[in-house]
């Protein structure tokens, strides 16, 4: 039915070798690099950060949306958008003042989206939603690749899509977590414009029939 953009996430990439692991998924189709960012403390885990985007910015054959797993953000915010970053999400809970953090994004160039967790309601976008680019729906709790996916992200997908076809607004719909062949007709049909998908893409031999196959069936 709708396009599917399908973006893959280098956190189940090989990271000694970050830009070939980046042009075999480009190479293969990827419509988005997704680059998460975690600096435990907000979440268990750590990885990398702005120097680690700028590197890999002249290999990346397509936008970087940067997924910030951290608090605060607001200073990171500037540093990814210098690093190269087109799009940047955040999750709410770690900004003291949300709006602004949106605004920062936006003032610096970039696309501007929020993070909901798995138990996140989307009353959060109450105020702000005519200032998002994008809507992330987290299906799986932020911090490591691999988790299962979440069911009750479905409905919330829906309800979202709902929210944001009543409003009239050009704001796209993400979802992270989880994502593979098998439940990405369930996604497309709810209601996703972007699919990440890190495991179900780095950890098959064939990234490009991985890729083709989440988005083939997205898109059924
Ligand atoms: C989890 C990250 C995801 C992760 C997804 O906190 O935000 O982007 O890489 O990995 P899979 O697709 O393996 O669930
Ligand atoms: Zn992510």
């Known amino acids: 039915s709708r396009p599917v953009r399908i973006a893959p996430s280098l956190l189940s990439a090989d990271f000694a070798f970050l830009a070939q692991e980046a042009r075999s998924v480009t190479d293969g189709g990827a419509d988005l690099l997704h680059f998460d960012v ?35 953000v607001d200073a990171l915010i500037e540093s990814f958008a210098q690093a190269g ?42 105020h702000v939603l005519g200032d998002l680019d994008l809507v992330l729906i987290m299906s799986v709790n932020p911090g490591f690749g691999g988790q299962a996916f979440i069911p009750s992200a479905l409905p919330k997908i829906r309800a979202l ?30 209601g996703a414009d972007i699919l990440v998908a890190g495991s179900a893409v780095f950890g098959a031999a064939d990234r490009a029939g991985a890729i083709r196959a989440i988005r083939e069936r997205a898109e059924e």
């Open 38 to 72: 975690m600096d435990n403390h907000y979440v268990p885990n750590l990885t990398v950060g702005p120097l680690v985007c700028a590197a890999l910015k002249p290999h990346a054959m397509v936008p970087i949306d940067v997924h910030l797993m951290v608090r605060p």
């Open 85 to 126: 970053a087109s799009l940047i999400t955040f999750h709410p809970e770690a900004s003291d003042h949300v709006h602004r953090s949106i605004q920062l994004i936006k003032a610096k160039g970039c696309k501007a989206g929020l993070v909901l967790n798995p138990a996140t309601p989307l009353s959060v976008l109450d």
């Open 161 to 190: 899509r709902a929210l944001i076809d009543s409003s009239g607004l050009p704001i796209e719909i993400e979802v992270d977590g989880g994502v593979k062949p098998d439940n990405a007709f369930e996604l497309g049909a709810a």
